[in-house]
């Protein structure tokens, strides 16, 4: 590089950046951050700003005067202390300006720890064990960035993002003795850059999901809550003002104690399936899914939890078997409740006496069978109307008198009981009624089991 006064590319590349803007250490180094291993861009930085000013005081030993040039340069565009000392010391004296801004981050990086500081008053009410730090930077900022570098010809370097991130999260980490977790972070911390260089930060609370399985001990209680339809849940006489159609769902009996417990901003209750209003639901109870959102307290007792919400719903229905779970694990439990085989308990009510002989008939015709039902009538007016194939894998009767007999059923998920009963105006083919010869009707439905791996 002859009649150059520096013979090095990074250094007169950096001394070019330097001679058009002020730019801090940080972003001189991470124009350069592809170059050179096992530092960060503020100790590339600087330590391209002291080879510069080395090489700039030999220049003035030769008598050079380029070597005043350079000093100037790095003492005020590179806001470089060592240079400026030098200069003060051959008698130049050059004032550090206070207004001094770098051209790129416009001090970002000089504000790493008030930034620090106020993302820890942000995320000090949570409680939470990994964290992920993300940026957005106004789009004015990256195009400067982008254009600088392209103007000087610049190849190695880094974004201003990337260096935001990982700077945060190093001293975070440290800061709040948590970990960073990039694939599942219990908090989201995002550092919003804005135009004229100041910072604001969102953070956003991942969910927590647990699972259990509930057992509905009484009849009347629909699982999720139903809107009052004649205030749409305004509040209105019919449904005294609560803008609910029932008093209380499982859902509400199970999520308010939760959010009692975690403090979450609000519950989602994700059931396998659902019985009917006036069903039991016994057994081993039916698995769920409950997400929290934005939850303040995360380090819970699920032993605790499960003692509250019994507490809360006791006489009504129980919960058990908590455990911690995922997101993914809620559409598995969808997934499964249309298949997991479900155990019921029907007492039926026919119009004309049944025999002993004719149960027996029965059991034989439903076991193995497979059901064909369209939509009931009862539920069209909320449901697409189309033919379910269903199979039935056992059926069990037990008369009670000329009327009545009481039958456990083993079926796939999704079947309809109460139409197997009643054969649904023909839609479910086959049916008890249709068997029998008479009409029948399901007076009382439990739900003895729920099948599922776990
Ligand atoms: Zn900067
Ligand atoms: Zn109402």
Same mark, same amino acid.
């Given at each position: 590089?002859?009649?150059?006064?520096? %013979?090095?590319?990074?250094?007169?590349?950096?001394?070019?950046?330097?001679?058009?803007?002020?730019?801090?250490?940080?972003?001189?180094?991470?124009?350069?951050?592809?170059?050179?291993?096992?530092?960060?861009?503020?100790?590339?930085?600087?330590?391209?700003?002291?080879?510069?000013?080395?090489?700039?005081?030999?220049?003035?030993?030769?008598?050079?005067?380029?070597?005043?040039?350079?000093?100037?340069?790095?003492?005020?565009?590179?806001?470089?202390?060592?240079?400026?000392?030098?200069?003060?010391?051959?008698?130049?004296?050059?004032?550090?300006?206070?207004?001094?801004?770098?051209?790129?981050?416009?001090?970002?990086?000089?504000?790493?720890?008030?930034?620090?500081?106020?993302?820890?008053?942000?995320?000090?009410?949570?409680?939470?064990?990994?964290?992920?730090?993300?940026?957005?930077?106004?789009?004015?900022?990256?195009?400067?960035?982008?254009?600088?570098?392209?103007?000087?010809?610049?190849?190695?370097?880094?974004?201003?993002?990337?260096?935001?991130?990982?700077?945060?999260?190093?001293?975070?980490?440290?800061?709040?003795?948590?970990?960073?977790?990039?694939?599942?972070?219990?908090?989201?911390?995002?550092?919003?850059?804005?135009?004229?260089?100041?910072?604001?930060?969102?953070?956003?609370?991942?969910?927590?999901?647990?699972?259990?399985?509930?057992?509905?001990?009484?009849?009347?209680?629909?699982?999720?809550?139903?809107?009052?339809?004649?205030?749409?849940?305004?509040?209105?006489? %019919?449904?005294?003002?609560?803008?609910?159609?029932?008093?209380?769902?499982?859902?509400?009996?199970?999520?308010?104690?939760?959010?009692?417990?975690?403090?979450?901003?609000?519950?989602?209750?994700?059931?396998?399936?659902?019985?009917?209003?006036?069903?039991?639901?016994?057994?081993?109870?039916?698995?769920?899914?409950?997400?929290?959102?934005?939850?303040?307290?995360?380090?819970?007792?699920?032993?605790?939890?499960?003692?509250?919400?019994?507490?809360?719903?006791?006489?009504?229905?129980?919960?058990?078997?908590?455990?911690?779970?995922?997101?993914?694990?809620?559409?598995?439990?969808?997934?499964?409740?249309?298949?997991?085989?479900?155990?019921?308990?029907?007492?039926?009510?026919?119009?004309?006496?049944?025999?002993?002989?004719?149960?027996?008939?029965?059991?034989?015709?439903?076991?193995?069978?497979?059901?064909?039902?369209?939509?009931?009538?009862?539920?069209?007016?909320?449901?697409?109307?189309?033919?379910?194939?269903?199979?039935?894998?056992?059926?069990?009767?037990?008369?009670?008198?000329?009327?009545?007999?009481?039958?456990?059923?083993?079926?796939?998920?999704?079947?309809?009981?109460?139409?197997?009963?009643?054969?649904? %105006?023909?839609?479910?083919?086959?049916?008890?009624? %249709?068997?029998?010869?008479?009409?029948?009707?399901?007076?009382?439905?439990?739900?003895?089991?729920?099948?599922?791996?776990?």
């Amino acid at each position: 590089m002859e009649g150059s006064a520096i %013979e090095s590319v990074v250094l007169e590349k950096a001394l070019n950046i330097l001679k058009r803007y002020p730019v801090c250490d940080h972003c001189l180094g991470r124009s350069f951050a592809l170059l050179g291993t096992s530092t960060d861009n503020h100790t590339r930085g600087f330590s391209i700003k002291a080879l510069l000013t080395l090489e700039a005081h030999r220049l003035l030993e030769e008598d050079d005067t380029k070597g005043y040039e350079i000093l100037k340069v790095l003492a005020v565009n590179g806001n470089f202390s060592m240079a400026r000392d030098l200069l003060k010391k051959k008698g130049k004296d050059i004032a550090s300006e206070m207004s001094w801004k770098c051209y790129i981050c416009g001090g970002i990086f000089q504000r790493i720890d008030k930034i620090i500081d106020d993302i820890v008053k942000e995320v000090e009410k949570y409680e939470f064990n990994t964290f992920l730090v993300g940026s957005h930077v106004d789009v004015s900022i990256l195009e400067r960035e982008d254009e600088l570098r392209a103007s000087m010809g610049l190849s190695y370097g880094e974004s201003i993002k990337r260096e935001l991130n990982r700077e945060v999260g190093k001293k975070l980490q440290e800061r709040l003795k948590k970990k960073v977790d990039f694939e599942n972070p219990d908090i989201v911390i995002l550092i919003r850059i804005l135009k004229d260089f100041s910072h604001k930060i969102d953070v956003k609370v991942n969910p927590i999901f647990i699972y259990g399985r509930y057992r509905k001990l009484i009849r009347g209680i629909p699982q999720t809550t139903w809107t009052c339809k004649k205030c749409g849940g305004r509040g209105c006489e %019919e449904c005294s003002w609560t803008g609910k159609r029932h008093k209380e769902s499982v859902e509400e009996l199970i999520i308010t104690p939760i959010l009692e417990i975690t403090k979450g901003e609000e519950a989602v209750f994700h059931g396998a399936g659902r019985e009917d209003l006036d069903a039991r639901m016994l057994g081993n109870g039916r698995p769920f899914i409950v997400e929290i959102k934005a939850p303040l307290k995360r380090f819970i007792s699920l032993e605790d939890l499960e003692r509250h919400v019994n507490n809360y719903a006791k006489g009504k229905i129980e919960v058990g078997k908590l455990r911690w779970v995922k997101r993914e694990d809620v559409r598995k439990l969808k997934a499964l409740s249309q298949i997991a085989a479900k155990v019921y308990r029907v007492l039926v009510e026919t119009e004309k006496p049944v025999s002993e002989a004719e149960l027996k008939e029965l059991e034989q015709m439903l076991t193995g069978v497979t059901v064909r039902q369209r939509t009931p009538l009862r539920v069209a007016y909320r449901r697409a109307d189309k033919v379910r194939i269903k199979a039935i894998y056992h059926v069990k009767t037990k008369r009670l008198d000329d009327n009545h007999f009481e039958m456990v059923i083993k079926c796939q998920g999704g079947l309809y009981v109460k139409e197997l009963v009643s054969g649904d %105006e023909g839609r479910t083919v086959p049916s008890v009624a %249709e068997i029998l010869g008479t009409q029948a009707k399901c007076i009382e439905l439990d739900v003895l089991d729920v099948e599922s791996p776990t």
